[in-house]
């Protein structure tokens, strides 16, 4: 299963749609939605950026889960 797969299956866990975002890149990388979180993901590093107020920041699942729900 691939890093993308795992994302997707745990948006869908939670209730939560993960589509890519037409036209949208960053650093050659597809941009894509998390519930109300916009991601992108480096599946060579096996890493999921988030965007942030400040820029992108490295973020686990969990973390995705909170952003969504507005704890962070």
Known sequence: M???EVI???ADDHGLI???K?????NGRQI???G???????SLNQVVFAL???????VSLELLLEMNH???
């Not at 109300?36 to 480096?42: L, M, P």
């Not at 942030?52 to 490295?58: P, T, V």
């Open 2 to 4: 691939s890093l993308k």
């Open 8 to 10: 997707e299956a745990y």
């Open 18 to 20: 993960f589509v890519p």
């Open 22 to 26: 037409v036209g949208k890149m960053h």
């Open 32 to 34: 894509y939605g998390f």
């Open 36 to 42: 109300r979180v916009t991601v992108c993901v480096d």
């Open 52 to 58: 942030e107020k400040d820029g992108w920041s490295a």
């Open 70 to 72: 507005g704890h962070r």
